[in-house]
């Protein structure tokens, strides 16, 4: 559940050793003896929860399932009764549940590896000494320095400096609170801006955000994704369905055709056995697990399985210009003095240089700033600074009495005077520059709104390289049917020729987001325009709300603290390993080497992923279709349950299970299009109906000519695995050589298992009326098989017209 959740009140803390707070020195810290003793009793700021599951917990959840329970009660009822050979399904329960063991831990293995490298790390104070530290290694009363896109790790009070801050990720209120010696710091909040030591005063779970997440998670558990939702909806409603059912088929078959108990418990455990989707969730949870693991050897980390799912369904890409566009690193290509004859290009380099140096930002911009301007030989000391935000577009720095400079947005600090500076910034926009106004204030810069316009002084031109990766990564969204939105901080103009030079289609449709000052405009703006310039952080968390709610499913990529509100508001949020420690915190997803170009790759795998289940488990789920409808009609006719779970287990592995797992693992990158189980089901019902309408006619055949009912179980049992097959040939179209080699291997299995061990699988011997009627109903699997697909689909057609008609 997210932390941006609001709450009436604030959790009641977690008790903690008794050991009295220390006001800890903010240059001298904590000495090792002090921090050692409270590490050992127990005041470290490891997290109250470990992320993911133990070894133990692994083991016993894939051990102790609903269905697993089930399967041991039957596999006991049928050693109850020595019937030997229908025990062939268990050993599918046991590779089930070895392989999700096995391919579970392998997962824990490589994810907690890729998770320490993305470690949170902070620069902690001990002995009179800065250093780095892992933030779980940290101890209450340590001074840890925060500077601007830090995530505050643990509860804090400001000692020294200054900041501003944004505890939106907490409280729901994404104002930048300045934060000065004596304010309180919230576990989970970030810096926007500035630079301070602060004393850890509640850590691991007894931090703020600890606090707030475990009452988060008594209220309700995480939202699913659709097609997990999906499939827990489905096994619910059929663990619930197979116990009744179970005991109506028993009784059945002791009390109204007075079989004998061994006979009734086979035929009964075969209906359950059919019942039941074994493998189904299994595959789904391995099948995103690989996909993890893949994606891990890529250098990418997942830290929500739910959001390779999200990947697979996006229309809509949300993406910064800066760090994704185009690379972090930024230069000072162009310089121009707006007074020459004032301040001539020496004075106004002068200028640049104090102003960059005396500066508490820590940017791109800023780097770049200082390394084109060297630091002056006479230290220039500020008497106050006030840091660049993304919300405000400008910083200030104050070096006495009628010296104040700003520094930003050209359009900002003018605003609708000076024109032909504006049109100058304009001009050099145009030419994808980022540019920048140094401007003479009359006043000390504070936090409220200019109070008169500043004297412009000069304009800087600053470039980011477009990213080389880029143009082929836009352009593979493009062929994909994605959408890509540029939502940045800068001019519009100069974001729009950046998303041009990156080959993003509709780049020339821009717009000033300071227009957008209305919901009703935003929601009509996100339809209408590719980029997005002079964005708030407030705003760009808006303009993902808005196309979410005009039915787009959306990602987001950022590395900036401006990006968080955003990252956390998409259906799926991307960060740059190198950004922010904010935006990496907040995010679904992490490029640790963070190459844009592993992007196509990361949608590719969400597709085929959720292509391939689909797929696959539309094999489950025909087995499942078509034993509760032959349940139903048994009990319904009173009539015996023809197979033995034997052969149940004989078609499930050959037919489902082995291609299910085969498939499930093959590359597909097609758009994913409609729901889940909608899609499954529509899938399913033919082939459910073909094998009900075949073993129906079997048995319809046997009992009029009075053949035996083993014969029948056979019969019926090799007829289902040649439906199957036909299944797997028509939904493995377009032929692959591993498809063909799909094929012939389950041909070649189902024909040993049917002609070499039958006994194995409780198989009857045919007879010459048996083999005749065998080759009757395999010769009418294909046509009614046909026609199960053409009548279905001529019925969900007029079904959907019906619907339509009636909606209007």
Same mark, same amino acid.
């Given at each position: 559940m997210a932390l941006s959740l609001r709450f009436k009140k604030t959790p009641a803390p977690s008790p903690e050793p008794a050991l009295p707070p220390l006001e800890t020195d903010p240059k001298q810290g904590l000495s090792a003896e002090q921090a050692a003793e409270r590490a050992r009793l127990g005041l470290d700021n490891a997290p109250g929860e470990r992320p993911g599951k133990t070894v133990k917990q692994i083991i016993l959840g894939n051990v102790f399932t609903y269905f697993n329970l089930i399967f041991f009660i039957l596999a006991a009822l049928l050693i109850a009764v020595r019937s030997?050979?229908?025990?062939?399904?268990?050993?599918?329960?046991?590779?089930?549940?070895?392989?999700?063991?096995?391919?579970?831990?392998?997962?824990?293995?490589?994810?907690?590896?890729?998770?320490?490298?993305?470690?949170? $790390?902070?620069? +902690? &104070? @001990?002995?009179?000494?800065?250093?780095?530290?892992? *933030?779980?290694? /940290?101890? $209450?009363?340590? +001074? &840890? @320095?925060?500077?601007?896109?830090?995530?505050?790790? *643990?509860?804090? /009070?400001v000692l020294d400096g200054e900041c501003r801050v944004n505890e939106g990720l907490v409280t729901g209120e994404a104002d930048e609170i300045r934060k000065v010696p004596g304010d309180a710091l919230l576990s989970g909040s970030f810096l926007v801006a500035g630079d301070c030591r602060a004393r850890l005063t509640a850590v691991g779970a007894a931090s703020y955000a600890s606090r707030l997440t475990a009452e988060a998670k008594g209220g309700g558990r995480r939202k699913q994704s659709e097609m997990m939702r999906s499939l827990s909806s489905l096994v619910k409603w059929i663990g619930i369905l197979i116990l009744p059912l179970g005991v109506l088929l028993c009784w059945k078959e002791v009390f109204w055709l007075g079989r004998g108990f061994a006979e009734s418990v086979v035929s009964t455990v075969a209906?359950?056995?059919?019942?039941?989707?074994?493998?189904?969730?299994?595959?789904?949870?391995?099948?995103?697990?690989?996909?993890?693991?893949?994606?891990?050897?890529k250098k990418t980390l997942v830290h929500e399985l739910k959001s390779i799912e999200m990947l697979a369904r996006v229309d809509t890409l949300c993406v910064d210009k800066t760090g994704t566009v185009t690379e972090n690193r930024m230069a000072v290509e162009e310089l121009i003095p707006l007074d020459p004859e004032r301040r001539d290009l020496a004075a106004v380099e002068a200028l640049f240089s104090a102003y960059a140096h005396a500066s508490s930002d820590e940017n791109d911009t800023m780097s770049a700033l200082r390394e084109r301007f060297p630091a002056p030989d006479r230290a220039v000391r500020a008497r106050s600074s006030l840091p660049f935000t993304s919300a405000k577009k400008y910083g200030g720095v104050c070096f006495g009495p009628g010296e104040s400079y700003l520094l930003g947005a050209p359009e900002v600090l003018l605003g609708e005077g000076e024109a032909k500076i504006l049109e100058q910034a304009e001009a050099l926009a145009a030419r994808g520059f980022r540019v920048l106004l140094l401007a003479r204030a009359g006043a000390e810069p504070g936090e409220g709104p200019l109070v008169e316009t500043p004297e412009p002084v000069a304009l800087a031109a600053l470039r980011n390289p477009i990213r080389p990766e880029a143009p082929e990564t836009f352009r593979y969204f493009a062929r994909q049917g994605v959408a890509v939105k540029v939502i940045s901080g800068d001019n519009p103009r100069t974001a729009s020729e950046a998303a041009k030079q990156a080959g993003i289609g509709g780049a020339e449709r821009y717009v000033d987001a300071r227009s957008l000052d209305t919901e009703e405009k935003l929601a009509q703006a996100v339809g209408k325009y590719t980029v997005f310039g002079r964005v708030t952080p407030e705003q760009k968390r808006q303009l993902v709300l808005a196309l979410k709610k005009a039915g787009h499913t959306v990602a987001m990529t950022g590395d900036g603290v401006n990006d968080v509100l955003a990252l956390k508001e998409a259906d799926c949020s991307v960060a740059m390993a190198s950004g922010s420690d904010a935006a990496s915190r907040v995010s679904d997803i992490v490029l640790l080497d963070n190459n844009?170009?592993?992007?196509?790759?990361?949608?590719?795998?969400?597709?085929?992923?959720?292509?391939?289940?689909?797929?696959?488990?539309?094999?489950?789920l025909v087995k499942n279709i078509f034993s509760f409808a032959l349940a139903l009609l048994s009990l319904a006719l009173t009539i015996p349950y023809p197979f033995t779970a034997a052969q149940i287990s004989l078609v499930s592995m050959l037919t489902i299970g082995f291609p299910a797992f085969v498939l499930a693992m093959e590359p597909n990158e097609s758009l994913i299009q409609g729901h889940f189980l909608r899609n499954v089901l529509y899938r399913a019902v033919p082939p459910a109906l073909t094998d009900f309408v075949l073993v129906c006619g079997i048995m319809l055949f046997f009992n009029v000519f009075e053949m035996g009912t083993g014969m029948m179980g056979t019969v019926c049992a090799i007829t289902m695995g040649i439906v199957g097959i036909l299944v797997i040939i028509r939904i493995s179209r377009p032929f692959t050589l591993l498809r063909r080699a799909l094929v012939a291997v389950i041909c070649a299995g189902f024909a040993a298992g049917v002609l070499l061990v039958p006994e194995l699988f409780t198989l009857s011997e045919l007879d010459r009326r048996g083999w005749l009627l065998l080759a009757l109903f395999a010769l009418?699997?294909?046509?009614?098989?046909?026609?199960?697909?053409?009548?279905?689909?001529?019925?969900?057609?007029a079904l959907l017209r019906l619907a339509r008609k009636f909606h209007k």
């Open positions: 030997w050979l229908n025990l062939s399904f268990m050993g599918v329960v046991i590779a089930n549940t070895a392989i999700g063991i096995i391919q579970e831990l392998r997962g824990k293995h490589v994810l907690d590896a890729l998770t320490l490298l993305n470690a949170q $790390r902070c620069a +902690v &104070v @001990r002995e009179g000494r800065e250093f780095e530290l892992d *933030a779980s290694s /940290l101890v $209450r009363d340590d +001074v &840890v @320095r925060f500077r601007g896109g830090d995530q505050v790790c *643990a509860d804090a /009070l209906a359950l056995v059919g019942m039941i989707p074994e493998g189904l969730y299994l595959l789904t949870t391995m099948a995103l697990a690989a996909s993890v693991l893949r994606l891990a050897k844009f170009s592993v992007m196509p790759s990361v949608v590719g795998e969400g597709r085929r992923v959720i292509n391939n289940i689909q797929r696959s488990a539309t094999l489950f009418l699997a294909w046509p009614v098989l046909d026609s199960a697909y053409r009548g279905w689909k001529r019925l969900t057609a």
